[in-house]
């Protein structure tokens, strides 16, 4: 028997004990990552190293750069293009009709190896950058309409990811597009901000519509890897329109080297301007992409007959070099070319898209020839042209009347929705703000009304909505109101004439 003050005693001592040993076996048990990590040392201080393009954009056996584009019928064909570096063998890629598993690949719930296609590659080899890559393509034929696939690209050992895209509808139906000026410049740091914040805002969009100037330097690998990189996994599901601008013609022959093999595009433009110069319809949609660089009086026949010949309700272009320039720096070449035939399109050309002027200007509707002749009003129709941005190198812009809305300073996008009889047009800066902001109403007759939505002036941009300069100069905006003000303003003028007439035969 033991007394309570020595229970205390044995109590204490035990409890030391434990102590003791619960830090030893802590101190054992700890990781050794515990002590060490108060001794990691910070890098010195210094420069670092610069990361090395020639390393960092050199092509792998993995699949990079896989972009879609149109060369085709988007109702039944996707065309998709990547690129290797020269060791990978027998490039192929592989196509289903999108499951909501993953029945499409070996080894997989629900895989059925009868859903699959696999279609062998053309390839191309280009030396650029340092290094030799090879671009390879497919084209996806005998899709059904609007209906979903999954593809991934590579070789049998090495693949892509599956992505995901949905095929045109054979009527005409709603969808959008985005649209941006010229990116340029500081792409990977800077565009990078304004691609991805475009298809946060339309993740359904249908393609992207580039006007031109994409990279600063035409035949610059790393430029075009930051391009790429920039929109990433975008342009895998997405597909892009490219149009060509001059520093895309920094090639020996012109056109860069980079540009055929890795967009794969229509061919069916003028001769020499295959994959430069293209039309694609797109559920009620005419998009028509010209090659401001050369060739114009080659192209204004080519596009005199694309819009002759053209069943849909509305008609895009998209080129690089503005017909009207929003920063003083004219193009005649261009305008003379295709202001006509712009013009004279039988069913009306609704909007050209255009860039190379680093600012924004956005016309209301506007043909050359939309002037008053005696009582006559010339058709009620008419063209917007916008000259847009999206890279941080940024002009500022004159203040042409041509503009309705015009501002400086600003990286943008554009969103622009087909809705049956309405083309519904945003331009957004690289915040996501509003910018600019109008709808074309379609009438009957083929016209448009154009309605402006509220624009709110640009943090740099003199104008607000509707530049007092503009209404008297296009004359086709509004073109109803308008005509109808133009024949009063006759009738008034007349009988002002007949009435000093009469005063002095009176006298
Ligand atoms: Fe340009």
New binding site residues.
């Given amino acids: 028997m033991t007394s309570p003050r020595s229970h205390a005693v044995l109590l204490a001592v035990a409890s030391l004990v434990g102590l003791v040993a619960v830090v030893v076996a802590f101190r054992q048990a700890a990781p050794a990552s515990f002590p060490a990590a108060a001794s990691i040392d910070s890098p010195p201080a210094g420069e670092s190293p610069r990361a090395n393009p020639a390393a960092t954009y050199r092509p792998t056996v993995l699949p990079d750069r896989v972009i879609l584009t149109f060369a085709g019928d988007p109702t039944n064909s996707q065309a998709v293009t990547w690129r290797t570096d020269t060791t990978v063998r027998g490039p192929v890629a592989e196509l289903a009709v999108a499951t909501d598993g993953p029945a499409f690949e070996k080894g997989w719930h629900g895989y059925d190896e009868k859903r699959v296609t696999r279609a062998a590659a053309r390839t191309e080899k280009l030396t650029a950058g340092g290094y030799d890559a090879l671009y390879h393509s497919v084209n996806f034929t005998g899709l059904a309409a609007k209906t979903k696939y999954v593809y991934r690209v590579g070789d049998g050992s090495n693949w892509s990811e599956w992505f995901q895209f949905e095929t045109a509808a054979k009527e005409p139906e709603p969808f959008g597009f985005i649209y941006f000026g ?1 990116a ?1 410049n500081g792409i990977r740091s800077l565009w990078s901000r304004v691609a991805r914040g475009a298809y946060s805002d339309m993740p359904k969009a249908r393609f992207i519509v580039h006007a ?2 994409l990279v600063d330097g035409g035949n610059s690998d790393q430029q075009w890897g930051e391009w790429h990189a920039a929109a990433g996994w975008i342009n895998g599901m997405v597909p892009s329109v490219p149009a060509a ?3 895309e013609y920094t090639g020996p022959k012109g056109l860069t080297n980079h540009w055929r093999p890795q967009f794969t595009l229509p061919e069916h433009g003028p001769p020499g301007l295959q994959e430069s110069c293209y039309v694609i319809d797109y559920q009620g949609v005419r998009v028509v992409v010209l090659n401001s660089n050369e060739k114009h009086a080659e192209q204004a026949e080519w596009l005199e007959g694309v819009l002759a010949d053209n069943p849909n309700r509305w008609t895009v272009l998209a080129f ?2 503005p017909v009207y320039s929003p920063a003083n720096r004219d193009n005649p070449t261009v305008r003379e070319a295709w202001r006509k035939v712009i013009d004279a399109a039988p069913r009306g050309v609704d909007l050209v898209l255009q ?4 600012t924004y200007g956005r016309s209301g509707l506007m043909r050359e020839d939309n002037t008053l002749t005696g009582f006559q009003v010339q058709a009620l129709r008419g063209t917007v042209y916008v000259v847009s941005v999206s890279g941080p190198k940024l002009y500022t812009g004159g203040d042409a009347p041509w503009m309705v809305r015009r501002g400086n300073g600003v990286q943008l996008y554009q969103l622009v929705r087909f809705e049956g009889d309405e083309l519904v047009y945003e331009s957004r800066t690289a915040r996501g703000d509003l910018y600019d902001a109008f709808t074309l109403q379609k009438r009957p007759d083929g016209g448009n009304d154009l309605v402006e939505g509220e624009n709110p002036p640009g943090p740099d941009g003199p104008s607000g909505p509707y530049g007092a300069a503009v209404a008297a100069t296009d004359v086709g905006r509004a073109a109803p109101r308008d005509g109808w003000s133009a024949a009063a303003a006759v009738v008034i003028l007349a009988l002002v004439g007949l009435a000093i007439g009469w005063a002095l035969r009176a006298r």
């Fill in positions: 010229d340029q031109g100037d601008g001059n520093h690089h070099h860039g190379h002027d680093h």
